[in-house]
């Protein structure tokens, strides 16, 4: 599938997490932030755990609790059956492993992993990727799903300052990422477009996907450069991220961003 466009399904906060109301509730605003998504002709929805800040770190040391992990594989599951939209799944902060697991167990299209390669300070502390430890864990599942890694990840910074060129290379090469995701400095902000470029320089036809900002206003610049996109922000009612999908603004993104362009 050429160029895909999918929703973020933000969940509110999952069991025991602040602000945690019930299951129901949950399960009641994904299905209907994923309905409007599917009626508006999207090709599938990314799933995450936003409302569960603050985050897990989601590595070896700091995992993502095993609740959390049962309650985004019943909700990727929900939407699968209840609008029949392929599922991606990002376990914030940086659960890989729960991701995946995930993906087993519901036939999740994609996971995305927001730190897979290096090491980012974050508003969790020191994040560090576990590229191999995922390699090991996806090839012992036997999945055969796109993995997608950030790359200048969003709310963080490497822990050294390193060459642009060549840190989107070494993902590239030595990660095992299938496709790597540029997104703004923070959520619902667009890619710096003199950073696309240069990153697609550097890794010529390796997919790039757009991980946040993509909206009417600059699709047109960014639509035809990227090999796929995740929006969220750009789809919510007055563009507010906490509020619910809104039907018309994802409907026109949709008509701003053509399906099978390449």
């Given at each position: ?12 906060p ?7 109301r ?19 002709g ?34 990727a ?39 897979l ?46 060459d ?32 696309f ?38 789809c ?20 701003a ?6």
């Amino acid at each position: 599938m050429p160029g895909p466009l999918l929703g973020v399904v933000h969940l509110p906060p999952l069991p025991g997490r602040p602000g945690h109301r019930s299951m129901a509730h949950v399960l009641d605003r994904a299905l209907a932030d994923a309905r409007q998504f599917a009626a508006s002709g999207f090709d599938g929805v990314v799933v995450e755990n936003f409302g569960d800040a603050p985050f897990h770190k989601g590595t070896a040391g700091d995992p993502v609790p095993p609740h959390t992990v049962a309650a985004l594989a019943v909700v990727a599951s929900r939407i699968q059956g209840d609008c029949g939209l392929a599922v991606g799944v990002n376990c914030l902060r940086n659960d890989g492993m729960a991701a995946l697991g995930i993906a087993a167990a519901t036939g999740a299209a994609w996971v995305r992993v927001n730190v897979l390669a290096g090491a980012y300070v974050t508003d969790q502390g020191l994040v560090e990727g576990e590229a191999a430890r995922l390699a090991a864990y996806r090839q012992q599942l036997g999945l055969r799903i796109g993995l997608l890694a950030d790359f200048l990840v969003k709310h963080a910074t490497p822990l050294q300052p390193f060459d642009t060129v060549s840190g989107a290379r070494d993902l590239r090469e030595r990660s095992g990422a299938d496709a790597m995701v540029l997104s703004g400095a923070r959520t619902g902000e667009p890619v710096d477009v003199a950073l696309f470029d240069t990153v697609r320089a550097a890794v010529g036809a390796f997919p790039i996907w757009l991980g946040s900002g993509l909206s009417t206003a600059n699709a047109p610049v960014l639509w035809g450069r990227c090999d796929g996109a995740i929006v969220g922000t750009a789809c919510k009612r007055d563009g507010r991220i906490d509020a619910p999908v809104d039907g018309d603004r994802a409907r026109a993104l949709r008509a701003a961003c053509p399906p099978g362009r390449r």
